[in-house]
């Protein structure tokens, strides 16, 4: 399994709290990406990252901000958490961007906003 | 846009038999990847098998093959055998040709059971 890791696993807050999620991999993979799940919408990418300090904007940037300060971490950031913004938020990564390199996901975070 | 939808939100079978999964997208593209995904109880996203367009052959991944219908834009997952572990959530998903994986849509998901 490729080593990614997701922290927390669970996370139960309140609205207009800041929220960072992070994701950590072992592999030095060059991309890594953050979805969210909601039922009814399948996997949204929210951001991506090409490599250290270089992110672009996904389907579902709004609210979130992302950074990347290392190879291996890339944190996601709720500046205030919404309720909307309840739901499992996955980390994938890919050593590289083709469509024949699929990528590989972590275990998912799953964030409740009260 | 390209869209994906799985018109299937669950399924269920006995252990041992054969289950279709379906999947239909819309693209104007000619060349393309598709892709379907796992998606288990452990929450963990898993590949299970994928197709490039401009292939005629079914993919096949030992119990998992596909029927790719490119003019019908069709793309369905057939699990042979089914064992309990096959379990999960199953997702369709769609990278359009020049594109790398921050293009990948996914479609909403068909929840499959395998009943012992």
């Known amino acids: 399994d490729a080593g990614i890791t997701q922290s927390p696993r669970h996370k139960v807050t309140e609205t207009g709290t800041p929220v960072t999620l992070r994701c950590h991999q072992t592999e030095n993979h060059r991309y890594m990406y953050w979805y969210r799940q909601d039922p009814g919408h399948g996997l949204r990418l929210i951001h991506y990252s090409y490599g250290v300090k270089d992110t672009d904007k996904g389907e579902v940037s709004d609210g979130y901000s992302v950074s990347r300060s290392k190879t291996e971490d890339f944190l996601l950031t709720l500046e205030s958490a919404t309720s909307s913004q309840t739901s499992v938020y996955f980390c994938?990564?890919?050593?590289?961007?083709?469509?024949?390199?699929?990528?590989?996901f972590g275990d998912g975070t799953r964030l409740s906003i009260l | 846009a390209q869209t994906v939808t799985q018109s299937q939100p669950e399924m269920s079978v006995q252990e041992a038999e054969t289950v279709t999964l379906s999947c239909t997208y819309d693209?104007?593209?000619?060349?393309?990847?598709l892709f379907w995904y796992k998606q288990p109880p452990s929450r963990q996203m898993i590949l299970v098998i994928r197709?490039?367009?401009?292939?005629?052959q079914n993919a096949t991944e030992n119990r998992f093959s596909v029927n790719f219908q490119k003019a019908a834009k069709s793309f369905s997952l057939k699990i042979s055998d089914s064992q309990l572990g096959d379990t999960a959530m199953y997702f369709c998903a769609f990278i359009p040709p020049n594109f790398g994986n921050e293009k990948l849509t996914f479609g909403t998901g068909t929840r499959l059971t395998i009943i012992p």
């Open positions: 197709q490039e367009a401009y292939k005629q």
């Open positions: 693209t104007s593209e000619n060349n393309y990847y």
């Open positions: 994938a990564i890919s050593e590289f961007s083709f469509s024949n390199q699929p990528q590989h």
